[in-house]
């Protein structure tokens, strides 16, 4: 009996020396250690102190750069936490919660991240050597596809800015190709986006967007036009399973459409006449042509903001909207949207 006793004292005797040291030792410091894929900050190709120009001043570069978007992506974390979308990709967030309207809320952040990032991946700040703008690094290709579908870089202004101005609500405004160089202006509103279409990633910039540091094995590229095509059908093909017609991701977004403005020198010319010096990609009279296909692949080459927000922090008051959309073109990033346009429809005279 005394041995039991002796040895129930040792014990209790032993769990107190233990409980006490623990109590005495000095606490560890709480470290919060996020997700490997938790989407953390990816500086911009410029610098945001310097800010771009009179389109973005330093201070509205980053309201727009990192307090907004910051912001954004903060709350899709919260959003998807614990749920099948956490440790995923923007991208591949906005794909997977598109068709789930209980999952609107995660797409909306998402979408709005993609966007934000895509418009502000597409511009430059002026240098010593860019004069007012850089338009002298439009590529002959893309300068004569322009030509032939917009008339004239004036034209191409206009229309984006008309769009724009057109809007009463936020959104934004794309300058797009399809597969076969058409060119086309066509808006998104709300959350809507044409970065992905048909379940896959339509954009030429490759990795994370902006605030977005992650690596997620598993995930598709979503940014090689080619990766939702199998065996030469296009993800929104007849052959590929899925509605020729798909609905917009939002269904605050209008449904895909091609605004297929007809060649600018058909407007003066017969059909069948086009100058040699026009590349074979902008020949609709070729044999091989199928008017079906117009527009069944849209691929974006720059957009624009249309926020108050935007013009707001850029200091051009709550009607602004004008006068700062004027400033854009002093520094859309030319020389990207030329890469982007022959990535999507490489010229056929180069391979030859």
């Known amino acids: 009996m005394s041995s039991r006793l002796i040895a129930s004292s040792s014990a209790r005797a032993s769990l107190f020396s233990v409980a006490r040291r623990h109590a005495t030792a000095a606490p560890k410091p709480l470290r919060w250690s996020p997700s490997r894929n938790a989407h953390i900050r990816r500086e911009l190709a410029y ?12 201070a509205a570069l980053k309201t727009l750069a990192v307090e907004y978007q910051d912001g954004l992506l903060q709350r899709l974390n919260d959003e998807v936490r614990g749920g099948p979308e956490e440790g995923r990709s923007v991208a591949q967030t906005v794909i997977d919660t598109a068709p789930d309207p209980t999952k609107a809320l995660a797409f909306n952040y998402a979408s709005e991240a993609l ?45 984006v800015s008309a769009t724009a101005m057109g809007m009463t609500g936020s959104g934004y405004v794309w300058f797009v190709c399809d597969q076969r160089g058409h060119t086309a202006v066509i808006p998104t509103y709300g959350a809507g986006t044409l970065l992905v279409r048909s379940r896959r990633q339509q954009t030429p910039v490759n990795g994370p967007v902006i605030g977005e540091g992650m690596k997620t094995p598993g995930i598709r590229d979503f940014s090689n ?37 007809a060649p600018a020198s058909l407007l003066s010319k017969p059909s069948s006449v086009y100058s040699p010096s026009t590349p074979s990609n902008f020949s609709n009279n070729s044999p091989h042509f199928d008017h079906t296909t117009l527009g069944e692949t849209l691929f974006p080459l720059f957009c624009v903001s249309v926020h108050e927000r935007s013009w707001m922090a850029a200091g051009y008051g709550v009607w602004g909207k004008e006068e700062w959309l ?17 990535k999507f429809v490489p010229d056929s005279t180069q391979m030859m």
Do not use: C, M
């Open 115 to 159: 966007n934000n990032s895509f418009f502000l991946d597409f511009l430059k700040p002026l240098d010593a050597h860019s004069g007012n703008n850089h338009e002298a690094s439009i590529s002959s290709y893309l300068g004569t596809a322009i030509r032939h579908y917009e008339g004239s870089i004036d034209h191409l202004k206009s229309r």
């Open 225 to 261: 036009p080619s990766a939702a095509s199998v065996s030469g059908t296009s993800a929104s093909s007849p052959a590929s399973g899925l509605a020729h017609g798909s609905a917009p991701l939002h269904p605050s977004s209008p449904a895909r459409a091609l605004h297929s403005s």
């Open 47 to 58: 610098p945001i102190e310097k800010g771009l120009g009179e389109f973005l001043p330093p």
């Open 326 to 342: 004027k400033q854009f073109w002093t520094v859309l990033d030319w020389a990207k949207v030329s890469e982007a346009y022959a």
